[in-house]
């Protein structure tokens, strides 16, 4: 291997978690221990997404091998990527070499790489060398033998948690002041501004803006164009005046949510928020207004990354809509509030159940692939559960008309390997949020009820 250059040992879990992981180390050195291919070969049966990494990974290393012409592995092969996978600093200049004998085969696996690595540093002492594990454990492990151990970090969307966007933003109380040229007109019953835009104003689209105090007024961000944005002044859900399926937003963020989820020209909305926000509520409230009263969509689709919390309550009968069911004691909740009409009875409520029933269909993730929904509303529960990979595959199953929502807490996060900055969701607000048809809120204020509100904050 060549001085000067890193070699990075990767662990089983990361070609898993990312099997294009093998091409994210730049000029450096991959090493894959023996223990690390056998460990692929089990996990590669089966249909989940697990099994497919396995295979996809098996699939690189015999190109990079039959590229090589079947020589040079003990030379290392060159990380050339392969054709299709982009890659954001350039393509791989290193080179990947397996272990070359295997050890004795006893113990854990853990163990075996450990040794793999130990073997390595006895081989090239004057080498830097790093293990790369998504397993918490083997990296303390590996610290106590002195191995500089170190989490896969490629796909992070960010360094720090307390960076993502949130969506909304406050403008000063000079804002009128500083933009004394400003223009503005009404169309269709919208009042809009343009304004010359600061260098302190830093917007994206949908972004929502909203001035404090007395004279409060929300805007929304419509398009940010050559140092010139057009504003828009948001409609109002706050009153019984106007309401969504009988919702009203109780605070300025589930304002700002109501405007974005009933807006044709969004087609993605991530809201982020912790339990009693009204997350469900709102998006549900949206889908069926444009549903059933409007006909923007056909159907509500809903779904959701089923992790279980506690242990396993095994295999459930039944169709794949009943299967998913038990998962969906949100939905159900939100729609007992939503179908609760005023009059008509226990008779009247049933009816509007089935009503409502036909036009909301459950479905499983697992089945997803392939898929092309035109003219839905697609709502994703649970997406802080979702890798990077996963909600790439299920936001890419949208065809015309449809519009999907994202909806999740990174701080329940349930999936093992996954953490705040490196969860799904947190990815697609950062990676969307410069697109023109795409919104993002973060809701902070529960409004489930006083004792909930206490319990996030006390417990």
Request: hydrophobic residues 35%.
């Amino acid at each position: 291997m060549t001085r000067g250059k890193r070699i990075y040992v990767l662990d089983t879990n990361v070609l898993l978690h990312d099997p294009t992981s093998l091409f994210r180390f730049e000029e450096h050195d991959v090493l894959i221990p023996m223990t690390v291919l056998e460990e692929l070969d089990e996990k590669k049966k089966g249909g989940s997404e697990t099994a497919r990494n396995a295979r996809q990974v098996s699939r690189f290393l015999n190109e990079l091998i039959e590229r090589g012409n079947g020589h040079g592995i003990k030379e290392g092969l060159p990380l050339a990527s392969p054709e299709g996978i982009r890659l954001r600093k350039g393509g791989a200049e290193g080179r990947l070499y397996f272990q070359a004998r295997t050890g004795a085969g006893h113990g854990k696996a853990d163990n075996q790489i450990i040794d793999a690595v130990l073997e390595l540093r006895e081989q090239q002492p004057k080498a830097s060398i790093a293990l790369v594990s998504k397993d918490i454990n083997l990296r303390i492990k590996a610290t106590i033998y002195g191995i500089d151990a170190e989490d896969y970090e490629n796909d992070r969307a960010l360094d720090d948690f307390s960076l993502l966007y949130t969506g909304h933003a406050a403008l000063p109380e000079d804002f009128w002041d500083r933009h004394p040229e400003l223009r503005s007109w009404s169309e269709r019953g919208h009042t809009y501004y343009e304004v010359e835009t600061g260098k302190d104003e830093t917007w994206f689209p949908h972004q929502c803006l909203y001035l404090p105090g007395e004279n409060s007024v929300e805007l929304r961000v419509l398009e940010v164009r050559d140092g010139k944005a057009r504003l828009v002044l948001m409609d109002d859900y706050a009153g019984s005046a106007r309401t969504v399926w009988g919702i009203a937003a109780r605070n300025r963020e589930q304002n700002f949510a109501l405007n974005v989820l009933m807006d044709p020209d969004v087609d993605f909305v991530t809201l982020l928020g912790t339990a009693g926000t009204g997350k469900t509520l709102l998006t549900l409230a949206a889908g069926l207004a444009q549903t059933m009263d409007q006909q923007r969509y056909r159907e509500i689709i809903m779904t959701r990354a089923t992790v279980s919390v506690g242990e396993d309550i095994g295999f459930l009968p039944g169709t794949e809509e009943e299967k998913m069911t038990p998962w969906m004691g949100a939905l159900t909740d939100n729609l007992e509030v939503l179908a609760n009409p005023e009059e008509g009875g226990t008779w009247g409520r049933a009816v509007t159940n089935d009503l409502l029933a036909s036009r909301i269909k459950i479905r499983s993730m697992n089945f997803m692939r392939g898929r092309t929904f035109l003219g839905r509303y697609l709502i994703i529960d649970e997406a802080q559960n979702l890798t990077p990979k996963q909600m790439k595959t299920l936001i890419t199953r949208a065809g015309p008309g449809t519009k999907i929502v994202c909806l999740g807490n990174v701080e329940q996060i349930d999936t093992p390997y996954l953490t705040e900055t490196t969860s799904g969701l947190t990815y697609a607000v950062d990676r969307f949020k410069q697109w023109q048809h795409s919104a993002h809120i973060t809701l902070r204020r529960g409004e489930r009820s006083r004792l909930a509100d206490f319990a996030s904050e006390a417990l």
